[in-house]
């Protein structure tokens, strides 16, 4: 089977650089899939789950809002993090989901002191973290 080239690339520098068969990523027009030869490409990430596979194992990362571009059969993505499903500290996210909750809770009732914008997207954060720690187990 062809292979496509997937770089991860994060401000503090690269995450994942290998030869895969499938890559899967939250796009901001919805979850898309890569092959090689696909099309020239180029899209936002949201936060959320991305995967891929190589040979029958297949891994996940939660990705945060950025870039990817896709062309000649490389698929770079450029996001403001990146964490391996394996990694990801559930307790930790279970913790940020519940205080972003809170934060948006205290924007709703009129405290002008909250961020409502910012704590949404902790809150989107925290729950990508949560499912890709879930998908990683499975």
């Known amino acids: ?13 690269p995450v994942v650089s290998e030869d895969v068969d499938v890559v899967t990523a939250p796009g901001s027009g919805g979850e ?10 180029l899209t936002t990430i949201k ?3 991305l995967s891929y596979r190589k040979d029958r194992d297949t891994k996940y990362l939660m990705v945060s809002g950025g ?4 062309s000649c059969n490389r698929a770079t993505f450029l996001v403001e993090s990146a964490e391996f499903g394996t990694a990801i500290d559930v307790e930790r ?4 989901k519940e205080r ?3 934060r948006i809770a205290q924007a709703v009732q009129g405290d002008a ?3 409502r914008i910012r704590a949404e997207a902790a809150l989107h954060r925290a ?9 990683a187990k499975l």
Not at 32 to 41: C, E, Q, S, T
């Open 67 to 70: 870039f990817v571009e896709v």
């Open 127 to 135: 729950l990508a973290r949560l499912q890709t720690a879930q998908r």
């Open 93 to 96: 996210a279970l913790k940020a």
């Open 47 to 49: 936060p959320g789950t």
């Open 100 to 102: 972003a909750e809170r």
């Open 1 to 13: 089977m062809a292979q496509i080239h997937l770089e991860i690339v994060t401000p503090t520098g």
């Open 113 to 115: 002191e909250v961020n």
């Open 32 to 41: 898309f899939g890569v092959l090689a030869n696909h099309a020239p490409y």
